[in-house]
Nanobody, 122 residues
Framework: VQLQASGGGLVQAGGSLRLSCTASGRTLRAYAMGWFRQAPGKEREFVAA????????DYADSVKGRFTISRDNAKNTVYLQMNSLKPEDTAVYYCAARRGNLAIYPLMYNDWGQGTLVTVSS
């Protein structure tokens, strides 16, 4: 499945952004979806994931209570609502898809979007 992430940008600390990840080529209905991020000089890290039917959702501790992952299978799109953004949230954000249960490790995902840059200024 081909993924296209969008919605990144520059925002002040405390602000909000909503990222979108739209799939083409195949329906997302059969896939668990994840959001990951990678800051300069750091490894890619897990942010949030959602099962194919939204029954199972997981978040990294660093974003719990601030970020919300959701999906609309009819629109073939997954979202990441990011509130109360902090400078340490600055990174390139990637969406990813995998068949089966959701996972928190990047290596367990097969398909990746190109990334969208989020910059949070202090």
């Amino acid at each position: 499945v081909q993924l296209q992430a969008s919605g990144g940008g520059l925002v002040q600390a405390g602000g909000s952004l909503r990222l979108s990840c739209t799939a083409s080529g195949r329906t997302l209905r059969a896939y668990a979806m994840g959001w990951f991020r990678q800051a300069p000089g750091k490894e890619r890290e897990f942010v949030a994931a959602v099962s194919w039917n939204s029954d199972d959702i997981d978040y990294a501790d660093s974003v719990k209570g601030r970020f919300t992952i959701s999906r609309d299978n009819a629109k073939n799109t997954v979202y990441l609502q990011m509130n109360s953004l902090k400078p340490e949230d600055t990174a390139v954000y990637y969406c990813a898809a995998r068949r089966g249960n959701l996972a928190i490790y990047p290596l367990m995902y097969n398909d990746w979007g190109q990334g969208t840059l989020v910059t949070v200024s202090s």
